[in-house]
């Protein structure tokens, strides 16, 4: 095989900083580097003159401002590469075996530009790459009905004052009717960015019906460039907050013919601001109950109470349509009787089968790369076995859902663990092993992994009506050896009358004997504050653990390196009981950062540590000297009440940087945010809670540092 090598794919880089890349290569022994520099000022006047030129046809390649590396290898555009900026060679070690490896390649880049990056390997192929090092960023975001731009400083992220931001609009309108001819219009304007690095247009400064490519320049150099992109302007209203909600409980999910379906609705508006008075009280509604054939079947009219509650009964006549039946209520009137909600519930028959199949498993979780024996069961409900059938059954094996968080009052609303304090700390030394993920938001997608087929196969069944499958729980260990598992079996059994019966059964196969979880009553403490810490533990199927453990309390330093540098300050013994909990009060007394750690010996001698990473504020204090994700916003509660205070906890992971604090966002739209600026690396906001805020409101935060832009979100409860 031939000396192979090709750039990864990156990401704009931090000027001054020396701009890396990663390779992958096999075989080869040295590489050669070559960059130079792409002139991107020429790049951009080149679109504007040409979009200004009226074209007839616009072609997209000559405004593809995008991907650069497209128009100058595919399209060879050599005119926007300029000088041979640095050339250098690297030594390679290949693997054996033509195996990839992959180096990281330290470049002598350091100033602001975009660069095309050539690797000659020795006896081998050429491998291009655009690189960018960024000086200065562009933030955009939609405000009520105006657009915000934010220019700061790539590295820092502080604002720059007086950039020149220019916005060149263009778009294309027919030049008459019935003719296939286009005139391309152009708008060209430029503001000054204000002493927060940042400008606010409306739309007749924008207009929204153009592409707006918008550049930002300084006396000194700096260059930056967005586009091109669209504008919209929302308005910033929630929807929510005059809907109507109707909410609908049966007594039952699924009836049988000749029963009675007993239901109960709820109108209500979602006006958190107003008194708990229902504005449907005394109103009358119509109710509607559809068969599964869309044929109507009830059709009454109820008066709400004081509540705005109404409840009614139907009952199922003999030989009722089997399926799924649908309610609706509908509020007579102006808007020919106004839809407002409604549910569903199921009619079926039932027929006792004459065998049942059962999976018989380890009812407790099994260790990871032990073998595992389920049996399949088949037997007649007046107690023989079913013999002389065929059993067909598959074996599947997916990642086993791990995610716990302690119970809360208002779980069944906000979702479990809607409070949760701790940051997901991946860059800190065990944190996999011993810290707790926080929830994932329901507005992340949940990319379910499909489920890996172990076995798929049939076979007779046994005399006894029986048949063993083993599983073997080693080819997981091996592969996903960082993952609890669970392997579904479901059986299929035909006996010698062709009747079909399905059982299923499941394993939980662990990669540790039990979890340990650690948590704090409240997001972070000042000095003198009483530090109250929760523990539990339990198995992967949530058994609760008994044992005895020892919690010690770290205080945290970081070397040169910022690898943290853990030393004790007390240790207490701290058994679980028999529910698996435990707690400790302990005193915030110094300043700082701390790691609060428990380790849980249980029955079997099985050794498991749980952990918690929180901060204790004193006087003067700004984190500077402490590490923390590039961005963080904790609460000092888990839950507000209208006319407290939110004292939100702002950490960067950069020190003198600057934070853009977004209060209340909705549906896409923003207020202007709070500019700011941090002397170290933490601080703390106060925002003002009010009923309106009721059921919860979001705060939105942005900050820049080292060439990227990083964003948090967190939920404010108010109950």
């Given at each position: 095989?031939?000396?192979?090598g090709r750039?990864?794919s990156g990401?704009?880089?931090?000027a001054?900083?020396?701009?890396?890349l990663?390779?992958?290569?096999r075989?080869g022994?040295?590489v050669?580097?070559?960059?130079r520099?792409?002139?991107?000022?020429e790049?951009?006047?080149?679109?504007k003159e040409y979009l200004k030129?009226?074209?007839r046809?616009?072609?997209?390649?000559?405004?593809n401002?995008q991907?650069?590396?497209?128009?100058?290898?595919?399209q060879?555009?050599?005119?926007?590469?300029?000088k041979?900026?640095?050339?250098?060679n690297l030594?390679?070690?290949?693997r054996p075996g033509?195996?990839d490896e992959?180096?990281?390649?330290?470049?002598p880049?350091?100033?602001?530009?975009?660069?095309?990056?050539?690797?000659?390997m020795?006896g081998g192929?050429?491998?291009?790459?655009?690189?960018w090092v960024?000086?200065?960023?562009?933030?955009?975001k939609?405000?009520d009905?105006?657009?915000?731009?934010?220019i700061?400083?790539a590295?820092s992220?502080?604002?720059?004052e007086?950039a020149?931001v220019?916005?060149f609009g263009?778009?294309?309108?027919?030049?008459?009717?019935n003719?296939p001819?286009?005139r391309?219009n152009?708008q060209?304007?430029a503001?000054y960015?204000d002493?927060?690095g940042?400008i606010?247009?409306?739309?007749?400064?924008l207009?929204q019906?153009?592409?707006?490519l918008?550049?930002?320049?300084?006396p000194?150099g700096?260059?930056?460039?967005?586009?091109?992109?669209?504008?919209?302007?929302g308005?910033?209203?929630?929807?929510?907050y005059?809907a109507?909600?109707a909410?609908?409980?049966?007594?039952?999910?699924?009836?049988?013919?000749e029963q009675?379906?007993k239901?109960?609705f709820?109108v209500?508006?979602?006006?958190?601001?107003?008194?708990?008075?229902?504005?449907?009280a005394?109103?009358?509604?119509?109710?509607?109950?559809n068969?599964?054939k869309?044929?109507?079947?009830?059709e009454?009219t109820y008066?709400?109470?004081?509540f705005?509650?109404?409840?009614?009964?139907?009952?199922?006549?003999?030989?009722?349509t089997l399926?799924v039946?649908?309610?609706?209520?509908?509020l007579?009137?102006?808007?020919?009787n106004?839809?407002l909600?409604g549910?569903n519930?199921?009619v079926e028959?039932?027929k006792?089968?004459e065998?049942?199949?059962?999976?018989?498993?380890?009812?407790?979780p099994v260790?990871l790369?032990d073998?595992?024996?389920?049996?399949i069961?088949?037997k007649y409900?007046?107690?023989?076995?079913?013999?002389?059938a065929k059993?067909k059954?598959k074996v599947l094996?997916?990642?086993?859902?791990?995610?716990?968080?302690?119970p809360?009052?208002w779980d069944w609303?906000?979702?479990?663990?809607y409070?949760?304090?701790s940051?997901?700390?991946?860059?800190?030394?065990g944190?996999n092993?011993w810290g707790?993920?926080?929830?994932?938001?329901?507005w992340?997608?949940?990319?379910a992994t499909?489920p890996?087929?172990?076995?798929?196969?049939e076979a007779?069944?046994?005399?006894?009506?029986?048949?063993a499958?083993?599983?073997?729980?080693?080819p997981a260990?091996?592969?996903h050896?960082?993952q609890?598992?669970?392997?579904a079996i479901?059986?299929?059994?035909v006996?010698?009358s062709?009747?079909?019966?399905?059982?299923s059964?499941n394993?939980?196969?662990a990669?540790?004997?039990?979890?340990?979880f650690?948590?704090?009553?409240r997001?972070?403490?000042k000095t003198?504050d009483?530090?109250?810490a929760f523990?539990?533990a339990?198995?992967?199927?949530?058994k609760p653990?008994?044992?005895?453990?020892e919690l010690?309390?770290?205080?945290?330093?970081y070397d040169?390196q910022q690898?943290?540098v853990?030393?004790a300050?007390r240790?207490w013994?701290?058994?679980?009981?028999?529910q698996?909990?435990a707690r400790q009060?302990?005193?915030?007394?110094?300043a700082g950062?701390?790691?609060?750690?428990?380790?849980?010996t249980d029955?079997?001698?099985?050794?498991?540590?749980?952990?918690t990473?929180f901060?204790v504020?004193g006087?003067?204090f700004?984190?500077r000297?402490?590490r923390f994700?590039?961005?963080?916003?904790?609460?000092?509660?888990?839950?507000y009440?209208?006319g407290?205070k939110?004292?939100l906890?702002?950490?960067?992971?950069r020190?003198?940087?600057?934070?853009?604090l977004?209060?209340?966002?909705t549906?896409g739209?923003?207020l202007?945010?709070?500019l700011?600026?941090?002397?170290?690396?933490?601080?703390?906001?106060?925002?003002?809670?009010?009923q309106?805020?009721?059921p919860n409101?979001?705060v939105e935060a942005?900050?820049?540092?080292?060439?990227?832009?990083?964003?948090?979100?967190?939920?404010?409860i108010?109950?």
């Amino acid at each position: 095989m031939k000396n192979w090598g090709r750039f990864e794919s990156g990401k704009a880089q931090p000027a001054g900083a020396g701009a890396t890349l990663e390779y992958r290569y096999r075989n080869g022994s040295q590489v050669k580097f070559e960059a130079r520099e792409i002139k991107v000022s020429e790049l951009l006047r080149g679109v504007k003159e040409y979009l200004k030129g009226s074209p007839r046809e616009v072609d997209w390649n000559r405004i593809n401002i995008q991907d650069i590396g497209y128009r100058i290898v595919e399209q060879n555009e050599q005119a926007l590469v300029g000088k041979t900026v640095a050339t250098w060679n690297l030594e390679l070690k290949p693997r054996p075996g033509h195996v990839d490896e992959r180096v990281t390649v330290a470049t002598p880049l350091q100033k602001a530009g975009a660069y095309l990056v050539t690797a000659q390997m020795e006896g081998g192929n050429l491998s291009r790459i655009i690189v960018w090092v960024a000086d200065t960023v562009i933030a955009k975001k939609q405000l009520d009905g105006r657009s915000w731009y934010y220019i700061a400083d790539a590295v820092s992220g502080l604002p720059i004052e007086k950039a020149t931001v220019e916005y060149f609009g263009w778009n294309q309108t027919q030049v008459g009717r019935n003719r296939p001819e286009y005139r391309v219009n152009i708008q060209n304007k430029a503001y000054y960015s204000d002493a927060n690095g940042q400008i606010i247009l409306d739309q007749k400064a924008l207009p929204q019906d153009l592409q707006w490519l918008v550049i930002a320049t300084t006396p000194q150099g700096r260059l930056a460039y967005l586009g091109f992109t669209n504008v919209w302007y929302g308005n910033y209203y929630d929807p929510e907050y005059t809907a109507k909600k109707a909410l609908l409980i049966t007594d039952r999910p699924v009836y049988r013919p000749e029963q009675t379906v007993k239901f109960k609705f709820w109108v209500q508006q979602t006006k958190y601001d107003e008194p708990a008075v229902s504005a449907f009280a005394g109103k009358k509604f119509r109710v509607e109950l559809n068969d599964p054939k869309g044929q109507k079947v009830l059709e009454e009219t109820y008066t709400a109470d004081e509540f705005g509650g109404l409840a009614g009964e139907y009952a199922l006549p003999v030989g009722a349509t089997l399926g799924v039946y649908g309610v609706q209520i509908r509020l007579p009137g102006p808007k020919q009787n106004e839809y407002l909600g409604g549910g569903n519930f199921r009619v079926e028959e039932y027929k006792k089968p004459e065998f049942e199949v059962t999976v018989d498993a380890p009812r407790e979780p099994v260790k990871l790369g032990d073998k595992v024996t389920a049996t399949i069961t088949a037997k007649y409900y007046f107690g023989s076995p079913v013999t002389r059938a065929k059993v067909k059954y598959k074996v599947l094996r997916t990642p086993a859902e791990t995610h716990w968080h302690p119970p809360a009052p208002w779980d069944w609303f906000y979702g479990r663990g809607y409070w949760w304090f701790s940051p997901d700390y991946l860059w800190y030394p065990g944190w996999n092993s011993w810290g707790c993920s926080r929830p994932y938001p329901i507005w992340w997608p949940h990319n379910a992994t499909p489920p890996e087929v172990v076995a798929d196969a049939e076979a007779e069944i046994g005399p006894e009506g029986t048949l063993a499958v083993e599983i073997d729980t080693l080819p997981a260990k091996e592969l996903h050896g960082n993952q609890n598992h669970q392997y579904a079996i479901t059986a299929e059994v035909v006996d010698e009358s062709r009747r079909t019966i399905v059982g299923s059964g499941n394993v939980l196969v662990a990669r540790k004997p039990f979890q340990v979880f650690v948590w704090l009553g409240r997001g972070y403490y000042k000095t003198g504050d009483t530090v109250e810490a929760f523990l539990h533990a339990h198995t992967l199927d949530q058994k609760p653990v008994r044992g005895k453990g020892e919690l010690t309390l770290y205080k945290i330093t970081y070397d040169a390196q910022q690898t943290p540098v853990e030393n004790a300050v007390r240790t207490w013994s701290i058994d679980t009981d028999e529910q698996g909990d435990a707690r400790q009060q302990l005193a915030a007394s110094e300043a700082g950062q701390f790691r609060l750690s428990y380790k849980l010996t249980d029955a079997a001698g099985n050794i498991q540590e749980g952990a918690t990473v929180f901060v204790v504020r004193g006087q003067r204090f700004d984190g500077r000297e402490f590490r923390f994700n590039d961005l963080e916003l904790i609460t000092d509660k888990r839950e507000y009440t209208p006319g407290e205070k939110v004292n939100l906890l702002v950490n960067t992971n950069r020190a003198g940087g600057a934070v853009l604090l977004f209060l209340r966002p909705t549906n896409g739209v923003y207020l202007p945010p709070k500019l700011i600026r941090l002397q170290g690396k933490s601080t703390v906001e106060e925002v003002a809670v009010v009923q309106k805020d009721m059921p919860n409101f979001f705060v939105e935060a942005i900050t820049i540092a080292n060439g990227k832009m990083h964003t948090e979100l967190r939920e404010v409860i108010v109950p």
